[in-house]
Structure formats: C-alpha cells, structure tokens
DNA sequence: CTATTAAAAGTCATCAGATGATTTGATGAC
DNA sequence: GTCATCAAATCATCTGATGACTTTTAATAG
C-alpha cells in the first residue's frame, strides 16, 4: 500500500517540524533543539533540516538567531488561515465581500470626508461603459468605485480585507465566467454616492445591498449549472 | 552609516527573486533559470540559492519540479496581505470583525437550520457568567457563542474571516487589555438567538449590532488614552 | 515515414565535509 | 562587583559529489 503522498524529504522535515510546534512539545519562546540534533531526530542531511526549517522561518512560525539558536515565534501558521479562506467556495466568497461593500458604506456615510466624496464622484464620471477601453478595463475602473467605497469607511482593516477577496476573486472570474455577470447601472452607482453623501447610514447600506443582490442571484445560477 | 538592515544571503537572495517575479520578468506558469544561473545571477553558493527558493516555495510563490526546474506559482505573496492586515490598528480590527458579526446574524435568520438554533441555546446556556472557571475560560465559552452566529450563516468564507480577526484580536487583547472591556448581558446575546430564530434579518443584525455598540465605544475610551 | 524505444542531457534532491560569523556563558584580573 | 577576554555553541555559507526524476534527442523497428 504505497500512499500517494510523493513528497520530498525537505516537505515532511518541514511536516515534522511543524507538528512538534503544534503539539506543545516545543512552546512559543522556546528555542528548539539544533541542527545536529535535528539531523539525528529526523534522520536527513543537515541541508535537508536546513531547507526544512527555512521554509517555517518564511511562515512566520520559527525565528534562526546566528551563534544562538532556532526559536519558535507561533505556534500555528497564521498563513494557513488565509489559505483557508481561500479554498471557500467563490460564492461565499463574493457574497463576503458584498457584506463589506454594506457595511463599508453604512460607515462611509458616517465618517465620510469631502474629499472623499469628490473621489467618488470622479472614479463615477471615470466608470464610463463596457465600450471604453474594453472589458478588462472597465473591471478595474469599476472595482476601483467600490474600493473608495469601502476606503471612505475609514477602516484600514475592512479595505485590506476588502482587497483579498477582490483578489482572490478576480483571479478566478477572469479564468471561468467571462462576462456573464451583470454590470449594475451608472444609475445604482449614483445612487450609492448620493446616499453615503447624504449621511445616512441606513440608505447608504441599502443602495450597496439593492444592487449587490441581483449580482448574487445571477452567480448562484451560474455556479448551480 | 551602517544601515540596521542586517540581513542574511538567504534573506536578500528570496528579496531578488521575489522582485523578478513581482517585476513580471519571470511571468506566472514559467519556468525560471536552473540553479546554476541563479547562483552565477545572485553571486551566492547553491546551498543558499536553494533555501532562498525553499522560502518562496512555501509562501506559495514558486514550485519546484525535480527533473523539470522551477516554476513561477503566483506574482504576488498571498500571506502579504494577511500581514498587511495584521498591522492595522486594534480598533479597525474590531470594528471590522464587529461588521461581520452583524452581516452574518442577518444571513443566519436568513438561512439557520433547527440544529442551528439548539447550538445557540446551548451555547447561551454554557455560557454562564466570568464566574464559573474564571475568565479566560468564559472569554472562550463567550468566543464560541459568537463563533456559533457566524457559523449559522451558511458562509464558510465568513466563518474562516471571523476566526482570522478573532485570533488577531485576542492575540493583543489578552496581552494588554485586562478585563476593561464591558461584558454584555446574557439578556442581550439571548435576544440574538431569538431575533436569528425569528427569520427577520434586520432584527438580527440590530440585535447584534446594538450589543457590539457600547463595546466599540469603551474601545474607542481605552485606546485613546 | 511513423511509432516505439533507448539513450542522453538537463534539473532538482540529497548527502557530506569544512570554514566563517555571531552569540553566549565562563573565566579571571582588577 | 565589574569588566575584558576567551572558549564553546550555534547558525551561515561555501564546495563537491551522487542520486532521482523529467525532458529531449537519437536510434531502431515496422
């Protein structure tokens, strides 16, 4: 019975490494024991341990001090929990960052500032159609709407958010659907500045959410064939 | 003027092939030069140009294929936005995971199964006061009512979000605030469950957000001293 | 000429040994 | 007790060699 798990001898050091830290055995702030040891304890090259724990200082979770010693800085990949996200499913996905879109506006109409309003109105007179400069195009000017929004909130954390679903998002509609969502109306888009111009909270969650939900539906028709 | 930025080969040989790739010179799915012509190209020896590689191979940047060489994944590091998150202040952080608990307490009274609804009853119940096992303990037991919410949503992209923010957030929060944060009643979090069980969604999203409220306020009180 | 097979070249994977750089703790002088 | 010095421990880096796997090329049979 031989497992289909080909991997190298770097990935399972790596993979050993790694459930030590997980176990406790080796807590946070501890320094773990040294290559020579680590040679002996997994019984591969010192180049191998040296590549194994490499790739654990590059995820955040072990820390190599020269004359001193290999220490532990976590105890979970805190990468693995992005990666996580990124194997939902891109429905959820979207419908996530469609929920940040409302609650990003709802703030915006709160703590918008004038300048923040003016963006907005350029990025829409920018929006223009499909027609201007050709589809791909017009995707990044009409993502780069949605992302004042969300920056007019004043929330660092909800843009960077933000980004990460668009990004992981955009590398997948660009491979599989290919123009088959609906382009909300420059009459829907209006109508979110002038409800988050307006400072009120409530309409301007609503005017995301109104023209958000057609998009939804259609993805869900789409991803159910 | 010795620059602080005291860095090892390895770290600056990963920096160099990282700009490659982020530059576009070495585009995504292509192969990149062997390790001989990176080590000629970086001026270190292959032990070091083969960790340096390593590190990108486990941020997900690179592939290696033995016989085959070594091909470019994806431009830009995954993690790097995680971090990016990471370093916005506390406040936005929960703020912004304070959004999604009321975006996902609406879909939860959109879309909670009957199981759903047993969970939340009996986590409220567990739930107890600080009292019973001190307060770490009734952190954890209040963490997975909350976690419960997001769960009865039906979004596993918002799940894996909130757990992400969660973890950021008690990381810092145990280590500085102690205990100056208000609890919300047992009232309060059984009026969620009631108002998810009732199927109105905007019921549920003002349950919650009136409770998330007064504690962003005491925040706010805190972190600008 | 085509398809199959075999050889060869290219590439990463792994091992072994040696030397340098840095940190840390001990030793000893004052 | 304080400080300088030294030695041990540890990671950083280089060099050379061999194995495993993939891809390309060449040879061969049909």
Request: charge should be neutral.
């Amino acid at each position: 019975m031989k497992q289909a798990i080909r991997t190298n001898l770097t990935e399972s050091a790596a993979t050993s490494l790694r459930s030590e830290i997980a176990a406790g055995r080796w807590p946070v702030g501890e320094r773990i024991p040294n290559e020579a040891t680590l040679v002996e304890m997994l019984g591969v090259s010192r180049g191998t341990v040296r590549e194994a724990v490499r790739a654990l200082v590059s995820q955040g979770l072990l820390e190599t001090r020269q004359g001193s010693g290999t220490y532990v800085l976590a105890t979970a990949d805190p990468a693995a929990a992005l990666d996580r996200v990124r194997q939902t499913c891109l429905r959820d996905q979207w419908e996530a960052r469609a929920l940040l879109d409302v609650e990003a506006a709802r703030l915006a109409a709160l703590r918008h500032t004038p300048a923040d309003i003016a963006t907005l109105r350029r990025l829409l007179l920018e929006r223009g159609t499909v027609a201007d400069g050709g589809r791909q195009a017009f995707i990044r000017r009409d993502l780069a709407f949605h992302r004042a929004v969300v920056g007019a909130s004043g929330n660092q954390a909800m843009v960077e958010i933000y980004d990460f679903f668009t990004a992981a998002i955009t590398d997948v509609i660009g491979s599989t659907l290919q123009g088959d969502l609906p382009e909300p109306s420059d009459q829907a888009h209006a109508e979110i500045v002038e409800a988050v111009a307006s400072g009120d909270p409530d309409r301007a969650a609503a005017s995301v959410r109104a023209f958000m939900t057609p998009v939804l539906l259609q993805l869900d028709r789409l991803l159910s064939k």
